[in-house]
C-alpha cells in the first residue's frame, strides 16, 4: 500500500531555512507526479508545490516562489521541499502528496497524501 511519512517540521524564527523530506514506498515513485500542500491553522489545503514524475517539470504557488524548492530522488523515492526566508506566514502542517499520473495539476491535489509534520514559524 502507499506510504508517505514526512519529516523535518521544526520550530524556527522568520527568515529561518529548513528541509522538509517525504519518505515513499508501496508504490513506483518515479512513475507519478508528487506535490506539497500545507494547511494553516483554521485553513484549508493550499497547493504549495508540484513536480512531475522525471522532476523536470515544476511550478510554486505564488506565496512561496522564490523562496522554495521542490525536489525528487528518484533513486531514493524521496521528495524533498527546500524552503528559504520563511515567514509566519508559512505556518502550517506540511503533506506530501502523490498524483494517480506522472503529471501534476498546479493549484489542485488529488490522491494519497502523508499525516503531515508541523512547520511554526516565529516573528
Known amino acids: 500500500q502507499v506510504q508517505l511519512v514526512e519529516s523535518g517540521g521544526d520550530l524556527v524564527q522568520s527568515g529561518a531555512s529548513l528541509t522538509l523530506s517525504c519518505a515513499t514506498s508501496?508504490?513506483?515513485?518515479?512513475?507519478?507526479?508528487m506535490c506539497w500542500v500545507r494547511q494553516a491553522p483554521g485553513k484549508g489545503l493550499e497547493w504549495v508545490a508540484g513536480?512531475?514524475?522525471?522532476?523536470?517539470?515544476?511550478d510554486y504557488s505564488d506565496s512561496v516562489k522564490g523562496r522554495f524548492t521542490i525536489s525528487r530522488d528518484n533513486a531514493k523515492t524521496t521528495l524533498y521541499l527546500q524552503m528559504n526566508s520563511l515567514k509566519p506566514d508559512d505556518t502550517a502542517v506540511y503533506y506530501c502528496?502523490?498524483?494517480?499520473?506522472?503529471?501534476?495539476?498546479?493549484?489542485?491535489?488529488?490522491?494519497?497524501r502523508g499525516q503531515g509534520t508541523q512547520v511554526t514559524v516565529s516573528s
Open positions: 508501496g508504490f513506483t515513485f518515479s512513475s507519478y507526479a
Open positions: 502528496a502523490k498524483y494517480p499520473k506522472a503529471t501534476y495539476q498546479r493549484g489542485a491535489f488529488y490522491g494519497a
Open positions: 513536480i512531475n514524475s522525471s522532476g523536470g517539470d515544476i
